[in-house]
Structure formats: C-alpha cells, structure tokens
C-alpha cells in the first residue's frame, strides 16, 4: 500500500515515513503544501497523513480541494491544536481521522489501519492467487504456508501484481502507479525488482507464478485472462 506523507517538520516526516516502512508500506514524503497538492492530485495513494500548518499552501486548503476533486482517498489529520472546534472544523471539511500533536507512532499506526481496513471494505483484505496470499493489513506475504519476506517497494509491486491477477500491466503502468513516475520514464527498475519477486515468491517451487509477455509487460497467475 501507498502512503503520502505531507509534514514540513523534517524530524517528524523522516519519524512517520521509518515508521511506515518498517509496517512494509510505501512511503512518499512532501514537504510543503504545493508538493503535497501536486502528489496527491496526480498519484495514486491508499491513505495521506497531512500536517495542517504547511508552508506555501496550507493543509487545509489541500484536504478542501481533494474532496472539491470527489477524491475518496483517506486523509489522516496531524494537527499541533487539539482543541475540539479545530477537530470539529477538520472533520467537517472531509479528514476521516484526527490526531493531534505530540502523538505515538503506535496509535498513528492503529488508526491508519483503520482507515485502510474501511477503504478496502468492499474487497477482501488478503489477496490470493493459486498458493500465494498477500493479507494487505498485516502486510504479510505467504506461499503454501512459507512466510516471504519482502521489502516495500516489493510488496508494493506484488499487490500491484495480485490485483490484477490474470491480466498483463505493461512496465508503464507500473511505472506510474507502483513508482509513481511519468510513464514514459526510462528505466530497468521494473525489471530489476520483478526479479527480485521471482526469486523470492517463484524460487522454492515447481509452479510459476510470475511471467513475462514479451512486449506487453507481466502477469501473475497460471493462466493469462
């Protein structure tokens, strides 16, 4: 899963985005309101954490023009000002969640899943393809029982993978929505890193799971729909 972080105190952004990548999550980080607006607006997230005092544009004005766009993203709200009319006022403009500073890591963390336990609540939350599963809340990859380890930007890529299973996404859709990169970018990342998956998810069985489509891109599964 894809996290934006958007936090203009460098401590606190470089405290949530450790945090976040030791859960296994994808993390981008913004650090100010007009570099925050542009990712969110532009790139696919599971869920923004959004300080509400930001340099050049504030947090708020960010949260009022996602919701202006009918983005369904979930934004959880940072705020140094815990008093209830400010957490009313937030709300009311559309934040699904509220946390005022300072706070722990550890209910930040409980109350992401939360939200992303309810956005994800019209599919299931373990994706599974043949002997493969992916639980998306506990970030927990299992081939026939065997616990993959993996990094984030490989478990970002084989959720990617999973979601589309059967069907070929060409290495610029992977680009764009796993990297969040212009599409047209030139590199040999995708390809580096679908090696990596196949080691790890394809290297200690008989069946594979991961293939190539000769200029078309890959695919997960056993068949191709």
Known sequence: M????????EPVAAF???GFEDEQYAV???ADGQQGRSLAETRRYDLVILDLSLPELDGSDILQRLRDRNSSVPVLVLSGHSEIPERVRT???GADDFLA???AFSELAARARALLRRSKQTGSPVLRVEDLELDR???QVRRAGREIDLTPKELALLEYLMENAGRCVSRAMI???????APDTVSN??????NYLRKKIDGESDRRLIHTLRRSGYFIGVNLA
């Open 2 to 9: 894809n996290v934006l972080i958007i936090e203009d105190d």
């Open 16 to 18: 949530l985005r450790q």
């Open 28 to 30: 981008d980080v913004a």
């Open 91 to 93: 709300l009311d403009m």
């Open 101 to 103: 500073k300072p706070f």
């Open 137 to 139: 809340m506990k970030r």
């Open 175 to 181: 680009i764009e929505d796993v990297w969040k990169l």
């Open 189 to 194: 990342v995708v390809d580096v890193y679908i």
